[in-house]
């Protein structure tokens, strides 16, 4: 998995520092597949990228969302249409058996059972694997629609975040490297704060 994180990061800048010349295209092509299917997240490469040239972070970040909504997508058909046979042997395989398990299928169903396309949001804010939760999208038969603008809202929320950051601080939001999952969790409070907020302070009907 290491050396894997490391042809990610290859992949977009080159030794000197400077964005290799597919730069661009690679990181939307990482989104993508790691919301469908690809265990290396492209936020390693995304912060590393915005921290050697902050003022392109927030395009960067249009880019990831845009890649990972698609990708998100197909993540959902391939539960749909695969069913939980496919799960089952993807799980059993000897690669996605040591990225995922049964455990985090059940999770992942009982996110669905009790909040809805809601989930989608839980997941584009935590360390847990975005890909599961596409693909439990479908396999649960969430309304796809639903799925692709909560998809939307959560993956662009994650992302510009992190661009907003890295925009502002440079090459001083290299902490958020070194504590990337407290930075998820931390950002997932935030947005469950604000979503309690907006439910209590909202005005009361008259009648």
Known sequence: ??????WTIALVMDPTGEFTPHALWALWLLAFAESSFFPIPPDIPYILMGI???SVSLYLALILTVGSVLGGAVGYFIGLYG??????WLISTRFIGRLFSHEKFEMVESYY??????????????????????????LCRIRFWRFMA?????????FFLVGAFLFFLGERAQFILRHFDKFLILMLVLVVLGFAAMRFLKPAKTT
Request: charged share 20%.
């Open 52 to 54: 050697a040239k902050p």
């Open 83 to 88: 069913g939980r046979p496919l799960v089952e």
């Open 1 to 6: 998995m290491g050396s894997l994180k490391d």
């Open 150 to 158: 909560v998809a939307a809202i959560g993956r662009a929320g994650r």
């Open 113 to 138: 059972n009790r909040y809805d396309v809601w989930a989608v949001l839980i997941a584009a804010f935590t360390p847990i694997p975005f890909k599961i939760f596409t693909i439990g999208g479908g």
